[in-house]
């Protein structure tokens, strides 16, 4: 079973860069697709950035030029380079992947934009 797991959260000054991790443990074969998920105080989870196996990207339009998602297969590892951080980007930010047909998510890690 895969199991997700996020870090590299904290608190940023507006303007200032994050990147967030999330590491795959168990098998990797059968992922379609691998994404980044927020979740705001108050506010539903909301798609941020996708990408396929095929290495298609989306990305949420408010992010977009901000945040670049990436992937290493060999470390089994996802990123989320997210610089120009604004109040607005402040949530829990959750990976998630499809794997036939299956969705997995992690528990999340804190983002907090704040002067």
């Known amino acids: 079973q895969v199991r997700l797991v996020e870090s590299g959260g904290g608190l940023v000054q507006p303007g200032g860069s994050l990147r967030l991790s999330c590491v795959v443990s168990g098998s990797i074969l059968g992922i379609n697709v691998m994404g980044w998920y927020r979740q705001a105080p108050g506010k539903q989870r909301e798609m941020v950035t996708i990408?396929?196996?095929?290495?298609?990207?989306t990305y949420k339009n408010s992010v977009k030029g901000r945040f670049t998602i990436s992937r290493d297969n060999a470390k089994k590892t996802m990123y989320l380079q997210m610089n120009s951080l604004e109040p607005e980007d402040t949530a829990v930010y959750f990976c998630n992947v499809l794997q036939r047909g299956i969705g997995y998510w992690g528990k999340g890690t804190l983002v907090t934009v704040s002067s």
């Open positions: 990408i396929t196996s095929s290495d298609d990207t």
